[in-house]
């Protein structure tokens, strides 16, 4: 801040040549750089914002130095004039500033990148050219061609370790002696001065000097040419590189880049952020493919790793050797924590990656891979726990499942924290969908929401969904009966079924608001929501119609109302029975499928319509205006033709059909309605079966998808109403409120004459009272076929009395027996009948489980 401009530019200006302004801005100082954790987290309460991590940059320049500081336009200019490295690195920095996200324009960007490439490639050539001359003037052995073939895969190199590499090869080809060293170092030093030329001038007892020349204001020299991608612009410090990341870049321009400034891959922007590319292209959203170019490898990263010795917060441990540390640490600076405590994997969830892209960084993190599924960030949260939250798929949360638990586990878990009052997770309603398939495969799942929906609760709500669907059906029918009969006095009361009408109607209207308070965000996502809304209003509508109006001015509303109390009927079986949601769930597959078929169906008919048309006006069967000359005649106007077109697409044509027989005599319709049948009964026929019965083969899957992604959906609404059972009081004591206690105490009645069921009735019948078995109620008791259960029982006692030729022994069970059926269907009958006056209140658990829970429990394996 409160930079003398002026006094930097007459500082420059000292330099009278061009190559002494220019060697001041490439000149480089150690920079310390201190990061801090993120002032602006929630989590951050400290007076004194706390050290993410402390690094010497040694990179840094005197012209990055100048640019993060926000030179004026004069000095911008001074510097394009002085480095031609800033002028090319500027231009491209400009235009890609101006790119919006998703933006297609990228053309300006790879011509200009092209450009580079093709100043690298002829620069590349002269090197080679120069060191082949260089050495043969001294060196008529040496091998040219393996040189040159050699140098030009430098060409393709991305990372500086294998440049190094290259480059010892090269000179372990020169043989030691009357070498220009000189000479071959000026030229290479415009790549990278290694150490294995140190070495071989050494031993040849050469003597070293650096030259770099400027090459003109039409080309780069090699240096100058990565230098244009390794500048940084403005206070964020952003290279070319990064702020391409943050416009989703097509993958050939980030390839180009990476070849032409390679160790841009891991350099850092400003302490503010300390992001490298790969951050940027997960928080804005890059296309996997680019994502994975982005991600540092170990060569990478290592002109990096060395300066996080000076860290003073993360610790990576000392165990292995050297080389094992090395990659660790590499590892680290590409995936590991950023200011605000999250790691790469924390990322994937944040900005929504795609599926790909964590299965890319995963797979290049390696081992470390566990190491970062079990990091928190500094709420606690670990990556798969946002994943949840966030409603990934269970493929993505497997993926960032930490090694210690296993994707079944969690599975359970989020069942139980969706449909019990068990809330370890809070799963975003988006995963329902991924969930539901997880759930319609594995029998434990299934399980955990059969034992729910028999608690009185969900079948008390299921019972009441039934009863509305019924009493909707029937007291509307009445209600239209009575206001619609001819000796009803204008004036008269309200019959007694439009009460049960607008109870049923308010009951619905209920049901939905809670749906809405319950997940305000995704109700109105979903289509059967607006259908279950417009039953509502239609219904209501009509009910209301009703007391005001005469209803016979309103046939449409009141057929509508009619159609949609059936098909709210459907609704609920749709929602409550597995097999009702497969058909329903067909249904709509198939209608969605057909949509094509219909198009195309009625274009025809509306051709053959025409056709017929034409050929009776054509024919003169038609009088004047359109007029028929006979009554049966069907196609002297086009609509009455096109009726008849979809009675015969229908029921086909009939030939002995009047209409037809005279329309025959005025022209030739057989040919037309010959081609029509054919079309139609031979090929639209087949097309249509050859469309449903392929569209019907995956219906089973997705229908046990939609039921038990309703099931899901039912369970999150119900824990509104459990929420109105209890409060707090004011020492924050959760307490029962007066409904939650009545049910409570319904529930202990229902267990205290169950038991006393059992005992003063089903015992004393017992076959025999001394083999007693372990059961919780009398339902399981007398339905089981395990130890002690009734069949098992009476199979053994039967058998045993039988082996002993025991006559009298087995009329005894017999007559128990009988006693014991007729005992229990006259209980059960009984419980039956309490149970659809209470609603399922008076219903004991397994009751419940009889009638609503598939009558027995899959069982586990």
Same mark, same amino acid.
């Given at each position: ?15 009278? $040549? ?9 000149? *480089? ?72 996200? $998703?933006? $297609? ?38 091998? &040219? ?35 220009? &060293? ?5 030229? =290479?030093? *415009? ?40 500048? *940084? ?328 109302? %009619? ?208 083999? &007693? ?67 399922? =209140?008076?219903? %004991? ?15 586990? $394996?």
């Amino acid at each position: 801040l409160n930079v003398d401009w002026e006094r930097v530019v007459s500082l420059l200006n000292v330099f009278e $040549d061009f190559y002494g302004k220019k060697k001041v801005l490439e000149t *480089k100082f150690g920079r310390e750089v201190t990061v801090y954790e993120d002032d602006r987290a929630p989590w951050n309460n400290d007076e004194e914002t706390a050290i993410h991590r402390q690094y010497m940059d040694p990179e840094d320049t005197v012209l990055n130095q100048i640019l993060r500081r926000h030179p004026p336009s004069f000095v911008k200019e001074l510097l394009e004039e002085i480095s031609l490295s800033y002028r090319w690195s500027r231009a491209l920095f400009d235009i890609l500033e101006k790119l919006e996200r $998703d933006d $297609d324009e990228w053309q300006t960007v790879d011509e200009l990148l092209k450009e580079i490439q093709i100043m690298e490639d002829k620069r590349m050539r002269d090197i080679v050219v120069d060191i082949s001359d260089q050495i043969q003037r001294n060196h008529e052995q040496t091998n &040219w061609e393996a040189i040159e073939q050699q140098m030009t895969e430098l060409e393709g190199k991305r990372s500086v370790a294998e440049e190094k590499k290259v480059l010892e090869s090269i000179i372990e080809l020169v043989e030691e002696g009357n070498v220009d &060293w000189d000479a071959v170092e000026r030229r =290479l030093g *415009k790549i990278k001065k290694t150490h294995a030329i140190e070495k071989a001038k050494h031993g040849s007892g050469g003597s070293s000097r650096l030259v770099l020349q400027h090459v003109g204001n039409s080309e780069l020299s090699l240096a100058e040419l990565r230098e244009v991608f390794y500048i *940084k612009h403005s206070w964020r410090e952003e290279t070319l590189l990064m702020i391409s990341s943050r416009r989703k870049p097509p993958v050939p321009i980030v390839e180009r880049m990476l070849k032409l400034g390679p160790k841009a891959i891991s350099m850092v922007d400003c302490s503010l952020y300390d992001w490298i590319p790969l951050r940027y292209s997960l928080n804005y959203a890059a296309l996997p493919a680019v994502t994975e170019l982005l991600i540092p490898k170990e060569d990478d990263a290592a002109y990096f790793v060395n300066h996080l010795d000076h860290q003073e917060r993360l610790k990576f441990g000392v165990q292995g050797t050297l080389e094992e540390m090395q990659k660790r640490r590499a590892k680290f600076f590409a995936f590991g924590v950023d200011v605000y405590g999250s790691n790469a994997l924390h990322w994937t969830v944040v900005y929504d990656a795609p599926l790909e892209t964590v299965k890319a960084l995963v797979h290049y993190a390696g081992d470390f891979a566990a190491e970062l599924r079990e990091m928190g960030d500094r709420q606690g949260n670990y990556p798969y726990e946002l994943a949840i939250r966030d409603g990934e798929g269970i493929d993505f949360i497997e993926l960032l499942t930490p090694n210690s638990m296993d994707i079944e586990t969690i599975e359970y878990d989020l069942v139980s924290s969706i449909a019990t009052t068990n809330q370890k997770y809070k799963p975003s309603e988006e995963i329902y969908s991924t969930l539901a398939v997880a759930i319609a495969e594995k029998y434990p799942l299934q399980n955990l929401l059969i034992r729910r929906s028999c608690e009185a609760i969900p079948a008390m709500i299921l019972m009441l969904d039934f009863y509305a669907a019924i009493f909707l059906i029937v007291s509307f029918r009445q209600s239209v009966e009575y206001y619609t009969s001819d000796g009803r006095d204008s004036d008269s009361s309200t019959p007694g079924w439009w009460y049960p009408l607008i109870i049923a109607v308010s009951f619905m209207l209920g049901r939905e608001l809670f749906q809405v308070l319950g997940r305000p965000e995704f109700y109105f996502l979903v289509m059967w929501n607006y259908v279950e809304l417009a039953i509502v209003g239609v219904v209501g509508a009509a009910a209301i119609i009703m007391q005001i109006e005469d209803i016979r001015d309103y046939n449409s509303l009141i057929v509508a109302a %009619s159609f949609f109390t059936w098909f709210n009927f459907i609704i609920f079986l749709r929602n409550t029975m597995l097999s009702f949601s497969i058909f329903v769930s067909g249904m709509q597959k198939i209608v969605a499928g057909l949509i094509p078929f219909v198009v195309i169906s009625g274009l025809i008919l509306m051709g053959f319509a025409e056709m017929f048309w034409a050929q009776s006006w054509l024919t003169g069967a038609c009088g004047q205006n359109g007029s028929n000359d006979d009554e049966d005649q069907k196609f002297c106007n086009y609509w009455d033709s096109l009726l008849t077109m979809y009675a015969f697409f229908v029921g086909g044509i009939d030939v002995r059909d009047e209409s037809v027989e005279n329309a025959n005599k005025w022209g030739d319709f057989t040919i037309i309605a010959c081609l029509f049948g054919f079309i139609v009964a031979i090929v639209l026929l087949n097309v249509v079966i050859a469309i449903v019965s392929d569209l019907w083969d995956g219906v089973s899957s997705a229908g046990e998808k939609v039921y038990w992604e309703n099931r899901l959906a039912f369970f999150h609404d119900l824990l509104v109403y459990e929420r109105s059972l209890v409060k707090e009081d004011k020492d924050g004591v959760p307490r029962r409120t007066f409904l939650g206690y009545f049910l409570f105490m319904i529930e202990e009645l229902v267990r205290t004459a169950d038991n006393l069921l059992e005992r003063f009735i089903l015992k004393p019948l017992w076959v025999r009272a001394d083999l &007693w078995g372990y059961f919780d109620n009398i339902v399981d008791r007398m339905f089981s076929k395990e130890y002690g259960g009734f069949r098992w029982q009476l199979n053994y006692d039967w058998n045993v009395a039988k082996s002993a030729n025991n006559g009298r022994k087995m009329t005894i069970l017999v007559v128990k027996t009988v006693s014991l059926v007729v005992a229990f269907s006259i209980i059960l009958a009984v419980w039956f009948l309490l149970g659809l006056v209470s609603a399922g =209140l008076l219903w %004991s658990k397994a009751i419940r489980r009889l009638f609503l829970g598939r009558h027995t429990e899959i069982s586990d $394996d």
